[in-house]
C-alpha cells in the first residue's frame, strides 16, 4: 500500500528537493508584471514569459543594490534560487540581483556617455535657457501618433489657446531615433518659428528610451537657440537628454504646462492690471485737474485787474492807517498844546494880578524892594482892572 503523506510532510519534501543546486544561484530571464514595491522597501512581482509566469521577490537589503527603478513591462534578468512556503504551500523566486535585460553593455554606454559630456560641463546652469512666459509658438517633436501628441495639444489648448502649435513628428524608438530628433530640432532652429520646443515619448525599457542618450541629440539639444522641455518615458526614467534640456518634466501634460501660461490665471492678472490702469488714470486726471485749478488761481492772481484790485485794497489799508496815525498824532499833540497851554496861563502876570496881586511902578521900572523909593515920591500901582497913581507916604521894611 502506497505511504500516506500529509501537506506539511509534502511541502518539507518539496522544499528539500528544491534546496537543491539545480534550484539555487540559476538566472532567470523574463518581464516583470504585477509589480508592488512595499512600504518596508522589500519589492514583490512577477517574471513571466509568453507561456508561464513565475511569482518573485527582492529584499531591501538587495533592493538598495540596484541600479534603476524596475516596474511593469521591464524586461530583466534575475539572479537567486526557489524556495518554497511550506506553511501557504506556494513556492517564489528569491532574487539577490536584478539587471535589465541587454543592460550590460548599454549600460556601460550610458555612464560613460554621462560621464563625458558632464565632463564637458553641458548640463551647467550657465548653458540653460529661461523659458518663455508667454509663447507665441510651440513646437512639439514626438510621434505623430499615439497618446503623447494628445496629451500635449490637449493641455496646450486648456490652459493657452493663444499660441501656435507645430508639429515635427519624429521616430522616438529604435535605431532611427537619433537622427530622427536631432534632425527635427535643428529644423524647428533653422525655421525660427516656435519659442519652446516640447521632446518627449512615452514610457518603455531602458532600451527603448536609449535613443535619448545618443550624441546627436544631445548634440542638438545643447546647440538648439530655442529652450527645449523634455518628457521622456515616466517620471523614474533619466536620459542624458533630460540631463542637457533646458527643462526637464515628469510627464507630456507636466511639458505643455510649463511651456504655457494658465489663461485663468492671466485674465485674473489681466483684471488685476486694467484695475490698477484705472485707479492710476483716475488719480492722474485729478492730480491734473487740481494742477489746472491752482493755475488759473494763480493767473487770477497774477492779472492786471487783480493786481490793481490788490493794491487798492492795500491803499484803503494804508490810508486808514495813516488817518489813525494821524488822528492819534494829533490828539497827542493837543493833549501837549493843552497843557503848555494851561502852564502859560498859570504863569500870566494878568492872571496874577486876577488874584489879588499888583504892580508897583517907579517910572518904567517894576519895583521888587523898597530900597530905592522915597518918601512923597510918586509911583504907579498896577491892578487886574485899572493903574492908581499914589504918593508914598510911609516907608516900612520888613
Not at 531602458?206 to 538648439?224: T, V
Amino acid at each position: 500500500m502506497d505511504k500516506i503523506l500529509s501537506v506539511s510532510q509534502i511541502n518539507s519534501s518539496i522544499k528539500e528537493a528544491l534546496n537543491t543546486e539545480a534550484f539555487t544561484n540559476i538566472i532567470i530571464e523574463g518581464e516583470i508584471s504585477n509589480f508592488k514595491n512595499h512600504q518596508t522597501g522589500n519589492l514583490y512581482f512577477a517574471l513571466k514569459d509568453a507561456l508561464s509566469q513565475i511569482n518573485a521577490n527582492m529584499w531591501s537589503s538587495y533592493v538598495r543594490l540596484l541600479q534603476f527603478s524596475p516596474k511593469d513591462g521591464d524586461k530583466v534578468i534575475c539572479y537567486g534560487s526557489v524556495s518554497v512556503y511550506e506553511k501557504g504551500g506556494s513556492y517564489a523566486f528569491n532574487v539577490y540581483k536584478m539587471e535589465v535585460k541587454g543592460e550590460g553593455d548599454l549600460f556601460k554606454r550610458y555612464q560613460e556617455t554621462l560621464k563625458y559630456y558632464e565632463q564637458k560641463g553641458y548640463y551647467e546652469a550657465r548653458y540653460k535657457i529661461s523659458i518663455p512666459k508667454y509663447p507665441t509658438s510651440i513646437g512639439l517633436i514626438t510621434s505623430a501618433t499615439g497618446a503623447v501628441i494628445q496629451d500635449f495639444i490637449r493641455t496646450i489648448n486648456r490652459r493657452y489657446r493663444l499660441c501656435e502649435v507645430v508639429l515635427y513628428p519624429a521616430i522616438v524608438q529604435g535605431p532611427d531615433c537619433p537622427l530622427s530628433v536631432s534632425s527635427c530640432i535643428k529644423k524647428a532652429n533653422l525655421d525660427k518659428r516656435c519659442n519652446v520646443l516640447l521632446v518627449g515619448r512615452g514610457g518603455g525599457s531602458f532600451e527603448d528610451l536609449f535613443g535619448f542618450n545618443d550624441s546627436l541629440i544631445i548634440e542638438a539639444i545643447h546647440d538648439s537657440v530655442i529652450p527645449i522641455i523634455t518628457c521622456i518615458g515616466h517620471g523614474t526614467d533619466k536620459s542624458i537628454a533630460d540631463y542637457v534640456a533646458d527643462l526637464e518634466a515628469p510627464t507630456p501634460t507636466a511639458a505643455a504646462e510649463l511651456a504655457t501660461p494658465d489663461s485663468l490665471n492671466l485674465i485674473k492678472a489681466l483684471g488685476n492690471v486694467e484695475e490698477t490702469i484705472r485707479r492710476n488714470l483716475k488719480n492722474k486726471i485729478e492730480s491734473l485737474q487740481n494742477e489746472v485749478s491752482n493755475n488759473i488761481n494763480l493767473l487770477e492772481a497774477l492779472s492786471p485787474s487783480a493786481q490793481i484790485l490788490s493794491c487798492q485794497t492795500k491803499n484803503e489799508s494804508l490810508t486808514v492807517t495813516l488817518q489813525n496815525l494821524l488822528k492819534n498824532y494829533l490828539a497827542t499833540k493837543s493833549d501837549l498844546v493843552l497843557k503848555y497851554a494851561s502852564n502859560i496861563e498859570a504863569l500870566n502876570p494878568q492872571a496874577i494880578l486876577a488874584r489879588g496881586y499888583s504892580l508897583v511902578y517907579q517910572g518904567d521900572h517894576i519895583l521888587n524892594s523898597i530900597k530905592n523909593l522915597k518918601v512923597s515920591e510918586d509911583v504907579r500901582v498896577k491892578l487886574s482892572d485899572g493903574t492908581i497913581k499914589t504918593t508914598i507916604k510911609e516907608i516900612k521894611g520888613e
